[in-house]
Structure formats: C-alpha cells, structure tokens
C-alpha cells in the first residue's frame, strides 16, 4: 500500500479538522523536540562552600538585579539634601517687626487721646500699663497672623509700651537693621542659635536703656527663623534622578562566574542561582520562549493554509508535504549542528538552506517557499548558536534568509533538472558573497585556511541544495502524487512508453493529440491556465483508443469504417468505451490524478450525436440519455479547454479547405453548444475566458489550414543535350 493509499484511508476515518490537527499537533511537538537541546539550560550539581569542579561561564547576559538596586540605594543615600532658601522671609519678618511697633506706637496714641478727654486721677485705670497691655495684645492677635501674644512676653511688649518715643524709634531702626541683615543671609535650623549670638552682640553696641535692650532683644530673637529649608520633595526628586542615573549591573555573557578548583562563595552561588545554573533550581525561562517560538512558527502555517483556496484534500496534502520537508530540513540542520563539536570553522555555513524553499516552490508554489525559508532562518538561529543556550545567531539567520530566497529567485520557471542544477551554481555564489559579507563586517582577523573552509562550505551549500532537490522530489512527487513541472516534462516525452504505444497503434490519434496540445496549451496561457499541464494532458487523453483504434476515424486509413456494419448502440459503447478505457490504462501506469481526471473529463457528459440521431431513425424511444458519455464534466479550466480543442480540432480536419470565416463560425458554435449543454457548469472557466479561448483557436487554425498558392500543372520534360523535350 503506497503513501497516498495510506492518507487515504485515514482521512476516512478522521474528519479534516480532525486530521489537520493532528498534523499541526505532531509537527509542533516534532519542532520543540529538535529545537529542545539547543535551548535547554545547562545546570550544575553544586553546593554552597563547595570547590568548582568546572569554570562555569554566563550563557547568557542577564541583569543582576540585587546588585542593580543596591548601586541605586548608595547612589540615593549620596545624594545631599535639597535647601532652598526663602529670600521673602527677610521682608516678611521685617515687617512683622514693623507692625509690632506700629501697635505699640497706635496703643499709646489711642489711650493719650482718652486721658485727654477726661479728668482723670492716679488711681484712674487708663493711666496704669495694664489696659494699654490688653488693647495692644488685641491689636496684635486680630491683624497677626503669627500668636505673638504667646510667643512675647507681657515685660516686652509692656517695655515698648513704657519706651519714649524717640528711643522706640532708634530701637525700632536698629532692630530692623540687623534682623534684615541677617535674614538676607543662609539660615538652617541648625544654624539659629548661632545667627541668634550674633544678633545679640550686634544690638548690645547700640547702649540702649536696659528695659528697652531686653524687649529689642527678645523681639529679634523671634525675629530671626531659618530661611534655608530642606526640601524634601526636591531631595527626592533627585534621589530618583541618581536611581535611574544608575546603569544597570549587568552578567555578561561569557563572563566566567567561577573558574576550576575556586571556592563557590555566597555572591557566586547567589549568581548561579540566578543565571538558572543551579540543577536545584533552574530557570524555565528558554523553555517557555521555545514554546512561544513554537506556537508562533505554527501559527504561521496554520493562517496561510487557512486562506488557500484549494480542496480539503489538497491542502492536507500540502501541509504534509510542508511537514515533511520542513522537518527534512530540521533534521539535517541538526545533525550538521552536532558536528560543531569538531572544531571545524563555521560549518553551520554548510547546511544546504535553499532546499526545502526549492522543493517546497515546485511542488506547490513560491509563497509557501517564501514562508519555508523565515521559518528555516529562525530555526537555523536557534540551533547554530555556538552552544551558547539561550541565545541565538543572527549572522547564520541571515545567510540561511538569504541563500532561501536565493534558491527561490534563481529556480527557473521550466525547473528541468539542469536549470535547479544551474540554480545550486547561483545559490553557491550568492552564499559565497554572504560569507565574506558576514565575516568582514565584524572586521574579523581570519586566516587563509579558515577563508578557504568558508568558501568551501558555501559552494557546498549550494551544490547539495540542488542534488537533494532533484534527489527528493521524485520520492514527493510520487509519495503526493504531485505534478510537478518535471514530472510533466518527462511525461511529454516522445520516449514514454505510453506515448510510443499511441504512436505504434494509433498514429492518426497520435497526430490528432498533438494537434489538440498544441491548441490547449495557448489558450490556457491566454488565460492564466496551466498550459504544459494542458499540452501533456493532450498526450494522453486519447490513449483509451489504443485499445480499438480503427474505430476511430483519424486511424482509418485507406480501409472502410467499421462503423458502417455495427448498430448504433454498439457503436456508440466503443467509442464511450475509449474514455474509461484511457483512465484504466493511464491510472495502471500510475500517471497523475490530473492527467487521468482530464481523459475521464474532456468529453464531459457530451451527446453522440452521430449515432443518435442514427440510432433515432431506427427507433424513435431511443433515450439521449444512452448516447452521452459518461463523465463528469470537466472540473478544471484547463479540462474545460481541452474538451474545446478536441472538438474544434476533429470538427476542422473534416473540412476541405476551410476559410477564416469557416473555422471562426464552427469554433463559434462548438462552443455556444457546450454552453447550451451546461458541460461548464462546474469549472470556473468566464464567457470572457472563452471568447479569448475562441480567438486564439481561431489564430492557430488559420495559421494551419491557410490558403495555399495553385502553381500551374506543368507537363513533365525531359532535357536532352540542353533541349527540352516532351
């Protein structure tokens, strides 16, 4: 039982949802299972206070997150705290200064005026200190904002109450004087006391009375405040500003965390423990990314293949396919992976990238190649990463991108197997140009032997891209069922065993295939078709008649027709018999689905007309239904086209001598009867596509069947001697 046998009977067992989940499924688990060593952390049996017993590097470049904070702590506590010196208070403490004097002066006018106005006695209250005390207490706690009251003693203010007028002047002066002076300067808190001694020593030269001193004194001294204050929100500010200023404390990969026979100390096995090193405690971190990639890979494929618009079947066989070379691809890019460990210089360059984007562009077509080759990139990153885990390598990215998409864009349309060979020669070149583009834009200090590996190993990328290619493709052509355009290529071949069988029994058919070729395969290139499909398809679509050719009218030559002793019916079931007998005889030579589908197809459920209406005179109940071919009808453009070209070319050849207007009007109707007869009603051909089919069969035929120039009927001489005779 073959491959396609095999999908065959699973897909009746398991729906399509059902079985593409399955291969998506496998095909994810296939992926994290190649790609898992190269990105599984290595981890060490070790303990604390133990002796190393390997020199263990950073695999990877990671911050050191303890050591980040605690250079930002000290960088915070370094920063001094933030002062700001309020130069209004200066003004605003001389002019508190200046209201208490005000008052005093305004308390004392007051009261002058009462005794004035009254015959007053020594016993009279007005003339004691004590209501002069109280009215100037209230003047100062109604319009200040500050509790002097509490913070100035009753002997002071009673001083300046009791002070001549002119000495409140001087002392008022003064005060003010030095108080501004001193304000104007810095003043901390732990400054005060300080600023305040000087104050004293500045007011004592003065020689005031000593009540007034005392009172000048106290008034300073409350006078005087800090006015460099700390700024606690500024100071923050800037302590976050030093955080951040901090870079971060950064393990570096490759850095060597502890060297052979070392002591592992607390820091270092705090460090181990954080590069995930630790067998007790490792790091799932590349295992979940791996997963990720995995996921997006997937993803990739599963959003295109749900947007190609093809059968169910089609597509699964497809994304079979895509697995299969994709995994392919894995394989190898693994094993060439293992043998880094020889030491050889960069033989990661040797990993044949433009395979599977070659096999994967003439199997199916350059979109998905194009898809194939990002996901070998990726992959190649991942698994040629100078065993460093956790890291991957962008350089081996790009000459895998590169040298893909090279395969794809140097893959001629033909794809014989000179052109993929001539395809591998361009491949080798573009990977030898991203060699030296890669080695010489790090500036890299490289010997001639390496150079020369280098070289070696690009050439040798390209080479066997192109031998596995034409090496894999018949196993996936095969395995598929694929039509490739080699595969079609070979079956147009004269030497095909089928096509010398035509050719030997039923050369009249052979002709007329070629014929129908050559017409089918212009029209479908007018329209976008497949042509080389439609021109080896005609090879073959007739074969059935091998089996009874002078049958046929193109093979009866210089003998009578059969036909003319045989029944309708009988003769109809001959010439229906030549299309199931071509789909048997093609389908035992294991031709494609695609040829045999349009030999099943090109007559469609088409009327024999002929023997009909033959049949019809003899019997007048006589059923069409019994005198149309079998089918179904045709499926596909290029069938469609086919079943055209079949009988436009039979309908043509029964013309003597034909004009333009002849060949145009019998094309014409050949086809407006196919509409008639709904025999396109299930392929996607456009009246637009057949009006262009319909003119170049027109060109094609007038090209064959042009008139030719009637020479004279000369008689024959003979020359004699330089004389003509009769």
Same mark, same amino acid.
């Given at each position: ?19 593409? %989940? ?19 952390p290595i981890t060490y049996d070790m303990e ?118 002119? !000495? ?88 060597i965390i502890v060297q052979e026979g070392h ?72 094993? =060439? ?19 599977? /984007? ?43 991108? +590169? ?45 001639? =032997? ?29 395995g598929f069922g694929m039509l490739s355009t ?10 095909? /065993? ?14 007329? %295939?070629?014929? !129908?070729?050559?017409?089918?395969? %212009? ?38 027709? /059969? ?59 006589? %059923? ?9 009808? /045709? ?69 064959? +069947? ?21």
């Amino acid at each position: 039982m073959d491959f396609q046998q095999y999908i065959s009977k699973i897909r009746k067992i398991l729906n399509y949802k059902v079985f593409t %989940s399955i291969i998506y499924g496998v095909l994810a688990i296939l992926l994290f299972g190649v790609l898992y060593h190269n990105v599984k952390p290595i981890t060490y049996d070790m303990e604390l206070f133990s002796i190393a017993e390997n020199t263990i590097r950073a695999p990877k470049t990671v911050e050191d997150e303890d050591k980040t904070q605690e250079e930002k702590e000290n960088a915070a506590e370094e920063v001094e705290s933030v002062y700001v010196m309020k130069k209004e208070m200066a003004q605003n403490r001389v002019l508190l200064l200046t209201s208490i004097f005000d008052f005093v002066k305004d308390t004392n006018h007051e009261l002058d005026q009462v005794k004035e106005g009254k015959k007053q006695t020594k016993e009279d209250p007005v003339a004691t200190i004590e209501p002069r005390l109280k009215l100037l207490k209230t003047k100062l706690t109604e319009n200040v904002s500050e509790d002097i009251t509490d913070s100035i003693s009753d002997e002071t203010l009673t001083a300046l109450l009791q002070a001549d007028i002119s !000495v409140l002047e001087n002392t008022k002066e003064t005060l003010i004087s030095n108080v501004e002076q001193l304000m104007n300067e810095r003043i901390r808190e732990e400054q005060l006391a300080k600023m305040k001694e000087r104050f004293v020593d500045q007011m004592k030269t003065a020689k005031f009375p000593a009540s007034v001193e005392e009172a000048a004194l106290q008034l300073g001294q409350y006078a005087i405040v800090p006015n460099d204050l700390f700024d606690a929100e500024l100071t923050e500010e800037r302590k976050k500003q030093a955080m951040q200023d901090v870079e971060p404390v950064k393990i570096l990969q490759g850095q060597i965390i502890v060297q052979e026979g070392h002591l592992i100390d607390r820091e270092t096995y705090r460090q181990l423990e954080m590069l995930g090193l630790l067998k007790s405690n490792p790091t799932p971190k590349p295992l979940i990314g791996l997963a990720i990639f995995v996921v997006i890979a997937i993803g990739t494929l599963y959003i295109h293949f749900s947007r190609v618009q093809e059968t169910e079947e089609k597509k699964q066989n497809y994304l079979l396919l895509v697995s299969l070379i994709f995994i392919c691809s894995l394989i190898i890019m693994k094993i =060439i992976g293992l043998m880094e460990d020889v030491n050889l210089y960069e033989i990661a360059y040797i990993f044949p990238a433009a395979m599977a /984007p070659m096999l994967i562009k003439i199997l199916i077509n350059e979109r998905f190649a194009l898809i194939m080759t990002i996901l070998m990139a990726a992959c190649g990153s991942i698994v040629f990463h100078d065993g460093i885990s956790g890291t991957i390598d962008v350089e081996i990215a790009v000459y895998i991108l +590169f040298s893909g998409l090279a395969g794809v864009l140097f893959l001629s349309g033909r794809n014989e197997r000179t052109q993929i060979l001539r395809a591998g020669l361009f491949i080798s070149v573009v990977n030898i140009l991203l060699v030296f583009f890669l080695q010489l834009i790090g500036s890299g200090q490289f010997t001639l =032997i390496e150079y020369t590996y280098y070289v070696l190993f690009a050439v040798v990328s390209g080479l066997v891209s192109a031998i596995l290619t034409i090496g894999l493709l018949p196993f996936f052509e095969a395995g598929f069922g694929m039509l490739s355009t080699i595969r079609l290529i070979e079956l147009s071949s004269p030497n095909h /065993p089928l096509l010398k069988k035509i050719l030997t029994e039923a050369p009249g058919t052979y002709h007329h %295939s070629v014929m !129908v070729a050559n017409l089918a395969e %212009s029209a479908c290139e007018v329209i976008g078709a497949n042509g080389l499909l439609a021109r080896v398809a005609c090879y073959y679509h007739d074969v059935g008649k091998t089996k009874r050719p002078h049958f046929f009218i193109e093979n009866q030559i210089n003998i009578e027709n /059969p036909h003319d002793r045989l029944p309708p019916d009988t003769s109809k079931d001959i010439i229906i018999a030549h299309v199931t007998d071509g789909a048997a005889e093609l389908k035992k030579h294991k031709m494609p689905k695609e040829i045999i589908d349009i030999a099943e197809q090109h007559h469609g459920t088409t009327l024999l007309k002929f023997f009909f209406f033959k049949a019809k005179e003899e019997n007048e109940n006589v %059923s069409e239904k019994d005198f149309r071919y079998p089918g179904p009808k /045709p499926q596909t453009k290029e069938a469609a086209i086919i079943s055209l070209a079949d009988s436009v070319e039979a309908a043509v050849r029964s013309m003597n001598q034909p004009t333009s207007e002849e060949i145009r009007a019998l094309v014409q109707n050949i086809s407006q009867d196919r509409l008639v007869d709904r025999q396109f009603n299930e392929c996607d051909l456009t009246l637009k596509e057949i009006e262009l089919v319909n003119k170049t069969f027109c060109e094609i035929l007038n090209g064959i +069947f042009h008139s030719r120039i009637e020479y004279p009927d000369f008689k024959q001489k003979k020359v004699v001697n330089g004389n003509a005779t009769n």
